[in-house]
């Protein structure tokens, strides 16, 4: 590029651009487009622009409401405290762990990482459910069976989200105290700053963009689980494990009502821009 | 690494991208129109031992073709639980190129997707053709839509009544030719069976909103048109019943099965492949007593079905439905049934209609009625020996087509049964009252009829 080409420096990205605009940023006006108006799968021919209708009519649903609950219960059960706390905590105790151990615990949460998300969903399932391998394992040790995918459904699913994806953390973390120079954890040594001291005034510090990154990545993903609740409790019973995709989805292709299924989608849209804008301002993370 | 604040863009790009997971798009498969390839799309079992349907039409394919030289017939099977099958076939009727030239449709959706454009009238084909007379009124009526033309052929119906386990019976001290006469009397046979018998399920209707339709049509409203006339629908006002004596009484009863543990384990009662285990594991095993279901359940034991059990029809025996309070006319059935519709999009309907006939010589539309265990929705398939005697129990639900009732075929249909789903796991549960529960789906119907409703008293 010659220093005079400034206007043509943009070309080589041109056709990228183009084709994004046109593939995502297409669907996605169209979608929000769809969400200020009363279009059905079926049951209604055309379809008239409503302007908020959708809108009001979510925030006055009890369902909806429920969904909002749950999905921020879901979210904060599963991907802050659990993958996050869990990942962070075996990324470190691998540290410090020989190398077959190491090697071991690894896959085996990565395993649990890669399985396609059905598949894992019907694991669980089979594991949770009334006759499952939970309650023959809790039997065998003696102990009062139980029915959470009845009771507590949403403990359930987020369980399971946790026990899938927890590698994700642990991978991001493993590398994240890997770059923790030595001779900043040897100084804190001298100093005498051991364990939790050590953990909350040096490391946690040090990695902090990394956590905030992690939280990020790890809600977003979670925000928008579905299969895994789907084929575990179908958002039942009841609604006591609707979250608002599953919520979404119910009344955009089960109820046919596609216009209020997408407004629920872009309020879902709102509710990870949310939590995005919270951990940018906390934790400074980098994109 | 220097900390630096995010540039907006790229923020912004992030957001977009984390959306684009949850934003509904739906993706066709771009068929391309042949005008010498019908492309039909049907269901296909979610359980992989039942394939009768995908081979009754491959041997009528394979007829077709012998007779039609130079013209295929290239079948869509869609994998799915009803509810998700009725979805995709929307999708594909959409767009006409992903419009198959005919579809295998639920009749109680058939309004709905009508009102949406989907599809085609075939009145200018159903004149010229003799078989069409040989139907029975009800079910010509079953695809006609509110504008007088008809949307589809039905190739089957089916009735709805009591199973019972006369082993289990007999250990209960109850009669070998049980025949209830109310709800009390069926309600007190499953008490009897729980007090007798232990460590079986007593009683099983499909409830909640698991099972779908299922439980709505097999369970809820073969209660609520034994409370009286026209519980749901008020054809004369042309409106939507709410707060009806019969709709609380039905939900009571449901709350009362759960409540008193005469049926199974909730959890179970709520699980989405409920209806697997009763046909293939619940009945056959002798872990039930009684069973609210369908007309076609041989279909799960016969020879090649997914679960063979050569004795169902000594086992088993069947009685009617009786109604509340065994007022006139004394038992109820529901019935529904598939039709073949042509969408509106389709590029060939002309060779989709001849498949039509050829699914529908009699030859053809007896096989597809032994098979498939359907009742016959024509005179001459009803009268058929080959029909009559291929399964224990046929004449007695064909009996029962005279009892029987529609659902009201709307196109809002889809949505009050999803309303009443939601009512019936709420009591299920436990988590309301019948009344309060009632009161729930009166709102929601306000909602979905943009209030044309009409209050019930009685």
């Excluded at chain 1, 770059?179 to 001298?190: F, K, S, W």
């Excluded at chain 2, 995709?88 to 309004?111: C, G, H, V, W």
């Excluded at chain 2, 099972?211 to 409370?227: I, W």
Aim: glycine share 8%; aromatic share 10%.
């Amino acid at each position: 590029m010659s220093a005079t080409g400034g206007r043509w420096r943009w070309a080589p990205i041109a056709p990228a651009t183009v084709l994004m605009l046109l593939f995502l940023g297409g669907p996605i006006g169209y979608c929000v487009w769809i969400a200020f108006t009363d279009t059905q799968l079926t049951g209604a021919a055309g379809a008239d622009f409503v302007g908020f209708e959708n809108f009001r009519r979510a925030f006055a649903d009890d369902a909806f409401r429920n969904a909002v609950w749950l999905t921020l219960v879901f979210t904060v059960v599963s991907a802050v405290l659990g993958q996050n706390t869990l990942g962070l905590l075996l990324a470190g105790l691998m540290r410090g762990a020989s190398r077959p151990v190491r090697s071991v615990t690894g896959s085996l949460v990565i395993a649990a990482w890669v399985l396609p998300e059905i598949v894992a969903a019907f694991l669980l399932y089979a594991f949770f459910r009334r006759e499952g391998t939970l309650n023959a394992l809790l039997e065998w040790l003696g102990l009062p069976a139980q029915n959470w995918l009845f009771t507590l459904p949403i403990l359930a699913v987020s369980l399971a989200n946790v026990w899938r994806g927890t590698a994700f953390s642990m991978l991001i973390y493993s590398a994240a105290l890997a770059e923790i120079p030595r001779d900043v954890v040897e100084a804190a040594e001298v100093d005498g700053a051991r364990g939790a001291r050590r953990l909350w005034y040096v490391t946690l510090p040090m990695i902090r963009r990394s956590i905030g990154t992690n939280l990020m990545l790890n809600t977003l993903s979670t925000l928008s689980v579905f299969g895994l609740i789907w084929a575990m409790t179908r958002g039942g019973p009841g609604s006591r494990s609707q979250t608002l995709p599953v919520y979404m989805y119910d009344q955009a292709l089960v109820k046919s009502l596609i216009g209020y299924g997408t407004a629920v989608a872009l309020l879902l849209l709102v509710v990870g821009a949310l939590f995005s804008v919270v951990y940018l301002r906390l934790m400074r993370v980098e994109l | 690494m220097p900390v630096r604040t995010i540039p907006p863009l790229r923020l912004a790009l992030t957001l977009v991208l984390a959306a684009t997971a949850g934003t509904l798009t739906a993706c066709g498969d771009g068929s391309g129109s042949d005008p010498d390839t019908v492309k039909v799309v049907y269901n296909r079992s979610t359980d992989n031992t039942i394939r009768f349907k995908d081979e009754h039409l491959a041997e009528v394919k394979r007829q077709f073709e012998k007779a039609n030289p130079g013209k295929k017939v290239e079948l869509v099977p869609v994998q799915a639980p009803d509810n998700d099958y009725a979805t995709k076939a929307q999708q594909m009727m959409r767009s006409a190129s992903t419009a198959p030239d005919l579809i295998y449709e639920d009749t109680f959706r058939i309004n709905s997707d009508i009102k949406a454009g989907y599809l085609r009238p075939l009145d200018e084909y159903l004149t010229g053709w003799k078989e069409w007379d040989r139907f029975l009124p009800s079910a010509r009526n079953a695809a006609r839509a509110e504008d007088g033309k008809t949307y589809g052929v039905p190739d089957g119906t089916d009735t709805r009544g009591l199973w019972y386990n006369k082993a289990l019976f007999a250990r209960a001290g109850l009669p070998a030719d049980w025949r209830p006469r109310s709800w009390d009397e069926v309600l007190d046979a499953a008490r009897a069976v729980k007090r007798k018998v232990p460590g079986v399920i007593p009683f099983n209707m499909y409830t909640g909103k698991a099972p779908g339709e299922a439980a709505v049509m097999q369970g809820f409203e073969m209660l609520l048109y034994g409370t009286g006339a026209d519980p749901l629908y008020d054809p004369g006002e042309r409106k939507w019943v709410t707060g009806g004596q019969g709709f609380t009484d039905a939900l009571e009863f449901v709350r009362t099965v759960f409540r008193e543990k005469l049926g199974p384990d909730v959890s179970d009662a709520l699980d989405p492949n409920v209806n697997t285990r009763v046909a293939t594991e619940w009945l056959p095993e002798g872990k039930l007593a009684i069973a609210l279901d369908g007309s076609w359940m041989g279909q799960n034991w016969v020879n090649k079905g997914p679960r063979e059990w050569p004795g169902w029809g000594e086992e088993l025996g069947r009685a009617a439905m009786p109604t509340q309070h065994g007022q006139s006319p004394g038992t109820v059935s529901l019935s529904g049934g598939w039709a073949w519709s042509v969408p509106a999009r389709a590029s060939n309907p002309e060779l989709a209609f001849a498949f039509v006939k050829a699914l529908q010589t009699p030859a053809n539309a007896t096989r597809w009625c032994v098979v498939a265990a359907q009742i016959a929705v024509r005179e001459d398939v009803a009268a058929d020996r080959a029909y009559l005697t291929s399964m224990p129990g046929v004449d007695f639900f064909t009996s029962l087509v005279r009892y029987t009732h529609y659902r009201p075929a709307l196109p809002v249909y889809p949505q009050v049964s999803s309303a009443i789903g939601e009512a019936m796991e709420q009591v299920t549960t436990g988590d309301a009252t019948a009344e309060r529960a009632a009161r729930a789906y009166d709102e929601q119907l306000g909602t979905i009829t943009d209030g044309a409703v009409v209050s019930g008293r009685g």
